[in-house]
């Protein structure tokens, strides 16, 4: 069975500064895909950034990177200069890897997520 | 880009009565449906799993005969709310396996409120 854990249910940054959001991760799965999603108030759910686990660079998409470290299986986001219209909720997901026929695969397993207020 | 549009975006209903929301991917083919629900502050919880022309399959502890969800064509994926009960109130969003971001194309999710 898949499980994401976020430990911070709320964090609270100055504008400008950078902030990392917690994710940990277990699976038995060799080949699983991380994804961080960001949920503004109006409910959607905006990709920010994806690592593959075989992935070997740790991604990074504008602000946004992920600290992915498969032996600690944790998948951090950083958020570098926070902005206002960075608060949101923010979740960590994991795809699991079994194959077609496995009741795991392609599903999205989602942590708790972590609400980030960004102060001016 | 990729885009699945959900409709209703909010609706309001009475309480015995049945809701419909509808999931339409507009400019590639979603072969599989995801739909979750998720109360406020709280997580996405993965009620269902739908492929195209064949049934669903439910997660655990979530009511079939409550939650039908029907995915007729590779555009098309509804999932009606039957007999509404104020405790089905809750945020319903679905996901589709399928364009861009790494296969997962989110609809922008209907605010489900039963008086």
């Known amino acids: 069975a898949q499980k994401i854990t976020q430990t911070q249910p709320g964090m609270f940054v100055q504008e400008k500064e950078a902030v990392t959001l917690d994710c940990t991760y277990d699976?038995?799965?060799?080949?699983?895909?991380l994804f961080w999603y960001k949920q503004p108030s109006s409910g959607e759910m905006i990709f920010l950034i994806y690592?593959?686990?075989?992935?070997?660079q740790n991604a990074t998409e504008g602000r946004y990177s992920l600290n992915f470290q498969k032996a600690r299986k944790s998948a951090n986001l950083v958020i570098s200069a926070s902005q206002l219209g960075d608060s949101a909720m923010y979740f960590c997901a994991m795809r699991g890897g079994t194959n077609a026929g496995g009741t795991s695969y392609g599903k999205l397993t989602f942590g708790q997520g972590t609400i980030l207020t960004v102060h001016p | 880009g990729a885009v699945v549009s959900q409709h209703p975006s909010w609706v309001i209903c009475k309480s015995g009565t049945s809701v419909k929301i509808e999931c339409r991917s507009l400019?590639?083919?979603?072969?599989?449906m995801f739909w979750y629900r998720q109360f406020p502050k709280q997580s996405l919880m993965l009620m269902a799993t739908s492929n195209e022309g064949s049934k669903a399959t439910y997660e655990q502890g979530v009511e079939k005969d409550k939650f039908l969800i029907n995915h007729a064509s590779l555009t098309l994926s509804t999932l009606t709310v039957t007999s509404a009960h104020p405790e089905d109130s809750s945020f319903y969003i679905c996901?589709?396996?399928?364009?861009?971001?790494?296969?997962?194309?989110f609809g922008s999710g209907t605010r489900l409120t039963v008086v």
């Open positions: 400019d590639f083919q979603a072969t599989t």
């Open positions: 690592q593959g686990s075989y992935d070997q």
């Open positions: 699976t038995s799965d060799p080949s699983y895909g």
């Open positions: 996901s589709a396996r399928g364009g861009l971001h790494y296969g997962y194309t």
